[in-house]
């Protein structure tokens, strides 16, 4: 299903939380990272609504679970507040982004290691690992995201449409943002 543009333009005047994704993007990923990339991922998980929460118990701004936060928290004192407080659930989202960040030091293209985190963050780290494993039985390249995209369905079923819409969504929603 493609995003419309125009759904997505509005978000430039929503500045609330700006300064808190581009601080903790300057903390966690340096200042050359652009900060627009964690703003596009909460208007993909949830409009931007701090007090947005999921049936399933992810909750805030960047959607986190609580067992997630409190893992966060233990390790990132930073992370003083709860998960329900805008700034310190942007933080939590961010350095949980980061902690992916890392998994997929591989050589890669950039774009392609900033879908393999936010594939991780919506379907699971594990299920992306997985889903490079067949990738690379099929012949494919397990560290471009393209290889990924195909072999998804054997990992997580059904879901693999929300984790790949996500990804492509957060794409899209970051270029439309100024």
């Keep these: 299903m493609p995003c419309s543009t125009q759904a997505f333009?509005?978000?430039?005047h929503v500045?609330?939380?700006?300064p808190y994704f581009s601080k903790y993007s300057k903390r966690?990923?340096?200042p050359n990272f652009d900060w627009r990339y964690f703003k596009a991922q909460a208007i993909a998980e949830s409009g931007l609504k701090a007090d947005a929460r999921s049936k399933v118990g992810a909750a805030g701004?960047?959607?986190?679970m609580p067992k997630t936060f409190e893992e966060i928290k233990t390790k990132n004192p930073i992370i003083k507040g709860t998960r329900l407080q805008p700034r310190w659930n942007i933080a939590a989202g961010i350095y949980y982004d980061r902690l992916l960040w890392k998994t997929?030091?591989?050589e890669r293209?950039?774009?392609?290691r900033i879908r393999f985190m936010f594939g991780s963050y919506n379907a699971g780290k594990g299920n992306i690992l997985?889903?490079?494993?067949?990738?690379e039985k099929e012949g494919l390249d397990p560290n471009l995201w393209r290889s990924i995209k195909p072999v998804l369905p054997a990992?997580?079923?059904s879901r693999s449409k929300e984790t790949i819409h996500y990804v492509e969504k957060i794409n899209h929603i970051k270029g439309v943002l100024r």
Excluded at 15 to 18: G, H, M, Q, R, T
Aim: no cysteine; charged share 25%.
């Design 9 to 12: 333009q509005r978000y430039n």
């Design 15 to 18: 500045v609330k939380f700006d």
């Design 28 to 30: 966690y990923f340096g």
């Design 61 to 64: 701004v960047m959607q986190i």
């Design 104 to 106: 997929w030091k591989a």
């Design 109 to 112: 293209p950039l774009l392609d």
């Design 130 to 135: 997985k889903a490079q494993k067949v990738a």
């Design 155 to 157: 990992v997580t079923g």
